[in-house]
C-alpha cells in the first residue's frame, strides 16, 4: 500500500522579486511578531531585504552554529521568550531552519504552542519544506545529531526568490544542490516509482543536472551573473529543483547517505551541505540492489543495475566538474575514526545499514573507505 502524507504547510510564494511583497504580506498567514533568525554572513541580507519589509519584527538572533548544538536551541528559544515573539522568521540553511523547527517544537514542549515559522531560504537542501530537524547533544563525550519528525514545525510559509541565494558562496550553493538530488534519490527507498515523489523527484533531478552541468567553474554567483554566464532563472531553476526533489518528505523514509552525513555532521563537524557530495554516489552503487528497478525513474536505462549505474555516474561527473569535495581524506577527515562512525551507523540506524544487504558489517567497512 501507498499513501501520501501532507504537511500543515500552507504556502509557498516563487519568483524574482517577489520577496518584499511576500514578506509584507506574513501577518496574513499567522506570522505575527516575528523574530528573525540567521547568521552573521548573512546579516546584510536581513538588514537591506528583510528587516525593512517585515512589518512588526520584535528582533534578531544570529547565534546559530551548525548542526543545532542542543545549547544554542536552549539559547534561541531564551532569546524568542525574553523577545514576546510570537513567530519565527528563518534566513538561511539548513542550520538556520533546523534551529528555528527546534526552538518551535521545545516552545511547545515548555508553553503548549509552536511557534509558526517562515522560511527564506539561502540554500538548496530543502529544509523549508520539510518536518525533520537534527539537534546535536553535546552532552556526553562523543557528540551525536539526534533526528527529530515534528509536523507541526513545518515552516508555515515558504518565500522562494532567487535574490536570497545570489550571495550564497559557490561552494555551499553547489554542495546543497547535491543535498537535494540525495533527497530524491533515497527518497525512492521505500516507495514504488508510480508514487508522485518518485514522479517530482525525477523532474527535480532532471533540473538540477540541467543547471549544474553548466554551471560556470570556479567563479562565484554574482560575478556568473555580471558575466552573463548565468541568470537570476537559473538560480531559480536551482530552487525548484530544491523543491521538487523534497516535495513529500512526510511520505518518505531517506537511507545510508543521510544517516552517514548525520553521523559525519553531528559527531564529526563535517559541513552538513557537503556530507551527500561525498556519500551519495557510492551509496547508489552499494545499494544498487536494493533500490532495485525503482532507479529507472531517473534515467531510461534497461535495468536497475544500469539505472544506479548512471546515475552514479552523472552526479559524480557534476560534483568533480564543479570542484567539490568528494572524499572525506578532501575534508582532512581522520581515516582512524571510520571504524568508530560504522559503530554509529549500525547502533543508531541499522535497517539502513541492512540496505546493502548480505554481510552488511563487511559491506558497511568497504563503503565508509570508498568514502575516505
Known amino acids: 500500500m ?21 514578506l509584507g504580506q506574513l501577518r496574513q498567514y499567522g506570522i505575527e511578531r516575528p523574530i528573525v ?16 519589509n517585515l512589518p512588526d519584527g520584535v528582533g534578531t538572533y544570529l547565534d546559530l552554529p551548525p548542526h543545532v548544538p542542543d545549547f544554542a536551541v536552549n539559547e534561541a528559544l531564551y532569546a524568542c521568550e525574553a523577545s514576546g515573539a ?50 546535536t547533544e553535546t552532552a556526553n563525550e562523543k557528540k551525536f545529531k539526534r533526528s527529530y519528525a515534528v509536523k507541526p514545525t513545518v515552516p508555515r510559509v515558504v518565500i522562494v526568490d532567487p535574490e536570497l541565494i545570489r550571495g550564497t558562496p559557490r561552494a555551499l550553493l553547489l554542495s546543497s544542490a547535491i543535498k ?6 533515497e527518497g525512492m527507498r521505500l516507495v514504488g516509482p508510480d508514487h508522485p515523489h518518485a514522479i517530482l523527484a525525477a523532474s527535480g533531478v532532471r533540473r538540477f543536472l540541467g543547471v549544474l552541468t553548466r554551471w560556470p567553474v570556479n567563479v562565484e554567483t554574482e560575478e556568473a551573473l555580471q558575466r552573463c554566464e548565468v541568470d537570476l532563472d537559473d538560480l531559480l531553476q536551482l530552487q525548484l529543483a ?45 545499494c ?3 533500490y532495485g528497478e525503482k532507479l529507472r525513474i ?19 561527473a557534476v560534483v568533480l566538474r564543479l570542484g567539490l569535495p568528494n572524499r572525506l581524506r578532501d575534508l582532512k577527515f581522520d581515516h582512524d575514526e571510520l571504524p568508530a562512525v560504522a559503530r554509529l551507523l549500525v547502533e543508531n540506524y541499522p ?6 544487504g548480505e554481510g552488511a558489517a563487511q559491506r558497511l567497512a568497504n563503503l565508509l573507505e570508498r568514502l575516505w
Not at 552517514?260 to 552503487?285: A, E, M, N
Not at 531517473?298 to 559524480?316: H, Q, T
Open 351 to 356: 535497517r539502513e545499514v541492512a540496505d546493502l
Open 2 to 22: 501507498e499513501k501520501i502524507e501532507f504537511l500543515p504547510q500552507d504556502n509557498v510564494i516563487w519568483g524574482r522579486g517577489v520577496l518584499a511583497g511576500a
Open 180 to 185: 537535494g538530488v540525495d533527497h530524491a534519490v
Open 37 to 52: 533568525f540567521t547568521v552573521e554572513p548573512l546579516d546584510a541580507l536581513r538588514r537591506c531585504f528583510v528587516v525593512p
Open 86 to 135: 510570537k513567530s519565527i522568521v528563518a534566513v538561511g540553511g539548513g542550520s538556520v531552519l533546523d534551529a528555528a523547527k527546534a526552538v518551535s517544537h521545545f516552545h511547545q514542549v515548555r508553553h503548549g504552542t509552536y511557534l509558526p515559522i517562515a522560511a527564506l531560504p539561502t540554500t538548496l537542501s530543502g529544509s523549508e519544506f520539510s518536518h525533520y530537524f537534527g539537534v
Open 242 to 286: 530544491a523543491w521538487q526533489c523534497y516535495f513529500f518528505p512526510a511520505s518518505v523514509i531517506y537511507g545510508l547517505s543521510h544517516r552517514i552525513g548525520h553521523i559525519l555532521g553531528g559527531s564529526y563537524g563535517v559541513p552538513h551541505s557537503v556530507t551527500s557530495c561525498v556519500t551519495l554516489v557510492p551509496v547508489i552503487r552499494a
Open 298 to 316: 531517473f534515467n531510461d536505462a534497461v535495468s536497475g543495475v544500469d539505472a544506479a549505474s548512471r546515475l552514479s555516474a552523472e552526479i559524480e
Open 288 to 290: 544498487s540492489a536494493f
